[in-house]
């Protein structure tokens, strides 16, 4: 690769790294907001779990994705257990 093209690169790839961080944040909130609320919609936290789960491809929000599904867990475990199966996937 000729080093025009990786310094066009870097700027980009710079302003995606900042915004995955400001998704991790937000997305942090939502599961505190979620587990302080003891929130029972599992619609709620099925999207917030698919979130998650996107986000964490980034190499981000592993632990929140965790959080959550062992509160989904207590709630729904059959949901949790996929979510914990496509987790076991991602990281293989």
């Known amino acids: 690769m000729d080093n025009e093209f990786i310094s066009n690169l870097r700027p980009m790839i710079e302003d995606l790294e900042r915004l995955f961080a400001q998704q991790e944040s937000i997305l942090h909130h939502r599961v505190d907001d979620i587990l302080a609320r003891r929130s029972e919609n599992i ?3 099925d999207h917030l779990m698919d979130d998650l ?3 964490m491809f980034y190499g981000r929000g592993i632990d929140d994705f965790q959080r959550l599904k062992a509160h989904l867990a207590a709630l729904k475990p059959d949901a949790a257990e996929f979510y914990q199966r496509e987790f076991e996937e991602w990281i293989e």
């Open 43 to 45: 619609n709620e936290i």
């Open 53 to 55: 789960f996107n986000n």
